[in-house]
């Protein structure tokens, strides 16, 4: 839909103020050169007049509405400084037919001032926005399992990182390697550079974008096999979704709720559910955060190596063997846990058979030799203590076979004329 004329935006604006309209139209009809400022300034009182409406009376018709997890109904909408901005500041970067996800799924015009970010609708209203001054972090990552080259740039601002109770959502959107429409500055490169480049010179932090030095998925990208990946596949609940691994932050998305999990929210982390393809990996936050516990599940083991590296790196304390977590795992784990060995590294090693602390070996410290395996007899034991020994041998024997055997044990006894055979 086109932006509407300049006569009809000046009926709009001023259609609660007759007389003032006929003069306005009266000054345009004699002086025809400002007639483009009274069109701008038109623009800006409607825009004035929605954001007003919407944070009275709610969102418009179609605005999508959020649920936090007391299950009221959280509202986006526009307000009215932020419309001012958008309005009245001179527009560094204006891209059209931008695929926005959260908050709502919808193409908009994507605008950028020095003040402000918004998304604009159809006759040039605001639907929503951030503050510049609002932004703590940006990511711009590959959109995983596409064909064609896609990148997702997450916005968030303080309470929309989806780990607290706060009911802010954070802004997604996706663009192509393509070259932006509408003859936006920065032509000749791609759309996600373009954006990259005024972001960067607005915002208080710069956008973050993934690295192989940071972390690199294990596992092949089957989608652009000559290309890195820098995903991890892993479930929210029932909720299929990516995790990625970047600078200062861990991020799992694309559905809602968007998390982004800073370094400086993060209290520990953890793995669980381990089998011999997959695993958990549990992040608790800070108190600050709410101090909650977030599983993500079905991790392919392969990605394993990488994560554990990351999460070493950056000091994120692995707090598999905490002392609420024992529990849940097997003594033969546990004892395989020592050191700084994780409890998935534990888990790989069993499922491989690895036993490092059973071993018989005459090299070990702890060795023992069996006295059945000496050739040497003490000639001072008595006739009792060799009946003594025969006693702990069949009763041995027999604990052996019964753990072996199980109810397949015949009732059978062994004599000492079988012993004294053997």
């Known amino acids: 839909m086109s932006a509407p004329s300049s006569a009809s935006a000046l009926e709009e604006a001023f259609s609660d103020a007759p007389l003032l309209r006929q003069e306005i139209l009266k000054h345009v009809s004699n002086n025809p050169q400002s007639l483009d400022l009274l069109h701008q300034i038109s623009r800006y009182i409607i825009n004035i007049k929605q954001a007003s409406i919407d944070d009275r009376d709610g969102p418009a018709v179609k605005r999508r509405k959020l649920e936090n997890n007391a299950g009221s109904q959280i509202e986006v909408v526009s307000k009215s400084t932020l419309v001012a ?8 970067l204006r891209v059209p037919d931008i695929s926005f996800s959260i908050p709502q799924r919808k193409k908009f015009t994507l605008v950028l001032t020095a003040a402000a970010l918004g998304a604009f609708g159809p006759n040039d209203t605001v639907e929503f926005g951030v503050h510049v001054n609002e932004v703590d972090y940006v990511a711009c990552v590959p ?4 064909a064609a080259r896609q990148w ?6 303080k309470n929309s990182h989806g780990i607290s109770d706060a009911p802010t959502d954070p802004l997604l959107f996706t ?3 393509t070259p932006p429409k509408g003859g936006a500055p920065g032509e000749g490169t791609d759309t996600r550079q373009t954006i990259t480049a005024t972001l960067n010179r607005i915002l208080p932090i710069n956008v973050t974008e993934p690295s192989p030095e940071v972390f690199r998925s294990l596992a092949a990208n089957s989608y652009r096999k000559n290309e890195d990946s820098y995903h991890v596949k892993s479930h929210l609940g029932t909720k ?7 600078e200062n932050a861990i991020i799992w998305g694309f559905k809602k709720p968007l998390f982004c999990f800073a370094f400086d929210s993060i209290e520990s982390s953890s793995y669980s ?3 011999q393809r997959t695993f958990s990996l549990t992040i608790k936050t800070t108190a600050e955060f709410g101090g909650k516990e977030i599983e ?21 304390k692995d707090a598999s063997m905490a002392e609420a977590r024992r529990a849940k795992i097997p003594s033969s784990l546990i004892k395989e846990n020592t050191g700084a060995k994780s409890e998935l590294q534990a888990a790989e090693n069993e499922i491989a058979g690895v036993d490092q602390n059973d071993s018989d070996d005459e090299d070990d410290d702890d060795y023992e030799e069996n006295s059945e ?6 000639a001072s034991d008595s006739d009792d203590s060799d009946a003594g020994s025969n006693i702990n041998r069949r009763t041995a024997s027999r604990n052996l076979a019964e753990e072996e055997l199980g109810s397949e044990l015949e009732d059978v006894d062994i004599t000492d004329d079988e012993e004294s055979r053997d």
Request: net charge negative.
């Open 85 to 92: 901005e958008l309005s009245s500041q001179p527009t560094l």
């Open 143 to 146: 959109v995983p399992e596409k």
């Open 152 to 157: 997702n740039f997450a916005i968030f601002v």
């Open 175 to 177: 663009v192509t390697d």
């Open 240 to 246: 299929e979704g990516f995790l990625f691994f970047l």
């Open 273 to 275: 559910s381990i089998t």
């Open 296 to 316: 993500f599940s079905m991790i392919d083991q392969v990605e394993h190596p990488a994560i554990d590296d990351f999460l070493r790196k950056n000091q994120l």
């Open 373 to 378: 395996g000496s050739d040497h007899t003490d």
